[in-house]
């Protein structure tokens, strides 16, 4: 069965710092993965996926997120932060791609402080 | 171009009752999927429906139903409303059934309580 743990439910960074959210993942077969963001009052937004082409990936709004088979994971990187990065983040993972029946972590929020 | 929109955006329901919640798709959408977010955790799947059939079910009780219209509008209905199904429920559209080429665009939600 598959599932995803994100280590952390907050995370503070300044503005201007690095922003990294982690994300392990458990798969018996190769996983395709998500990142998506929920700001407040508001649906989810895909940021990027990872469907076993680049194990880089570029979303939006300066986001990207690097498969490691290795470590089983797909950490979730800013080089810096701005205050309207301060969101719910969610990591999920699928056994196809072409499917909307995600596994979804259990999210971590992001603060940014000024 | 309005996105997702749901309805209402808040309810609040006893025990034992039934509740519809109800979602009109982004324009030139067809196919909608319904969320359960629990306080603190991740959405989970509940079903997705295209053509007017419910198309993929996740693990959710048969309390759990729903409809889509011809317009490709749905409802989410459940029934024998239990304290745990208090959740923000959200909707989501995509065009057509292929997730793979289409991104889905999700609604704001409906915090349902159950008292």
């Known amino acids: 069965a598959q599932s995803v743990t994100q280590l952390g439910s907050h995370v503070s960074v300044s503005e201007g710092a690095l922003v990294l959210l982690r994300c392990n993942y458990s798969?018996?077969?190769?996983?395709?993965l998500f990142w998506y963001v929920q700001y407040p009052n508001q649906g989810l937004q895909l940021l990027l996926k990872?469907?076993?082409?680049?194990?880089l990936v570029k979303g939006i709004n300066g986001f990207e997120a690097e498969f490691k088979k290795s470590e089983t994971s797909f950490h979730l990187t800013k080089p810096s932060a701005h205050m309207s990065d301060a969101a719910e983040y969610f990591c999920?993972?699928?056994?196809?791609?072409?499917?909307?029946?995600?596994?979804f972590g259990t999210g971590t929020r992001l603060q940014v402080f000024p | 171009d309005a996105g997702v929109t749901q309805s209402p955006t808040h309810l609040i329901k006893t025990r034992g009752q039934q509740v519809t919640l109800r979602c009109s798709p982004k324009?030139?959408?067809?196919?909608v999927s319904w969320y359960q977010q629990a306080l603190g955790q991740g959405p989970q799947f509940i079903f997705q429906?295209?053509?007017?059939?419910?198309?993929q079910r996740g693990n959710f009780p048969d309390r759990f139903s729903g409809h889509q219209f011809p317009n490709y509008s749905s409802e989410l209905n459940v029934n024998a409303l239990l304290l745990g199904d208090s959740a923000l429920y959200l909707c989501?559209?995509?065009?057509?059934?292929?997730?793979?080429?289409?991104?889905?665009?999700f609604g704001p939600g409906t915090r349902l309580t159950v008292l």
């Open positions: 429906y295209y053509e007017e059939e419910e198309r």
């Open positions: 999920a993972v699928s056994v196809t791609y072409n499917t909307d029946k995600l596994i």
């Open positions: 989501a559209s995509r065009k057509g059934l292929a997730a793979d080429r289409n991104e889905q665009f």
């Open positions: 798969s018996s077969v190769p996983p395709y």
């Open positions: 324009s030139g959408h067809d196919t």
């Open positions: 990872y469907t076993s082409a680049a194990t």
